[in-house]
């Protein structure tokens, strides 16, 4: 599995008819649940792109890390 961040949020990174480019808002969580604004563009699968507040990118950093560990055993 390849993650890409892109720090800062790059609203370049995402299509142009996308939540996180048009709304530039945290799409990992959602608008609706979600205030905080962007801080990273990611690529993450299954997820495709998503623009992810602080919060979020935490979360993305620690689900691939687990992930990866369990690749290792």
Known sequence: M???IVMPFD???HDPRSVA???RCCS???KDYCDQPPVASVYYPP??????CARALHGIVDDA???FT???Q
């Open 28 to 30: 990992q969580h959602g």
């Open 11 to 13: 609203q370049a990174f």
């Open 47 to 52: 997820n495709g792109r998503v623009s992810a």
């Open 70 to 72: 369990q690749g290792r």
């Open 21 to 23: 480019a048009t709304e």
């Open 65 to 67: 890390l687990s992930k």
């Open 2 to 4: 390849e993650i890409r």
